[in-house]
Nanobody, 130 residues
Framework: QVQAVESGGGLVQAGGSLRLSCAVS????????MGWFRQAPGKEREFVAA????????YYADSVKGRFTISRDNTQSTGYLHMNNLNPEDTAIYYC???????????????????????WGQGTQVSVSS
């Protein structure tokens, strides 16, 4: 079974930084593209960032571009989301997701659709105070 487990969430003041981790087990991480999504109370789950299996192609939601950086270390089977300049609007549960459907996934924002992803972690809470 493929599993993804997020960690690294917590409380931080506005302007602070956090690094989230996504540890993957069950199969080699290199077989998957990885996405990060978040869901705030009362809101739908939204796309944050995605990275291809090679680690060279990355994608970001406009709301986090320039502040967040997605990366991966396939040798350690772990993906990362570095979050800088956090603001209260970033408060949400952050989820790591995996997909093998990465062929031309940059087209029509396929990488940003939750339905693209097959495996999801349980999430980690990020809370940003003003």
């Amino acid at each position: 079974q493929v599993q993804a487990v997020e960690s690294g969430g917590g409380l931080v003041q506005a302007g602070g930084s956090l690094r989230l981790s996504c540890a993957v087990s069950g199969r080699t991480l290199s077989a998957f593209g990885m996405g990060w999504f978040r869901q705030a109370p009362g809101k739908e789950r939204e796309f944050v960032a995605a990275i291809g299996a090679t680690g060279l192609d990355t994608y970001y939601a406009d709301s986090v571009k320039g502040r967040f950086t997605i990366s991966r270390d396939n040798t350690q089977s772990t993906g990362y989301l570095h979050m800088n300049n956090l603001n209260p609007e970033d408060t949400a549960i952050y989820y790591c997701a995996l997909t093998q459907r990465t062929l031309r996934w940059q087209l029509y924002d396929i990488h940003a659709r939750a339905t693209t992803y097959d495996y999801w972690g349980q999430g980690t809470q990020v809370s940003v105070s003003s």
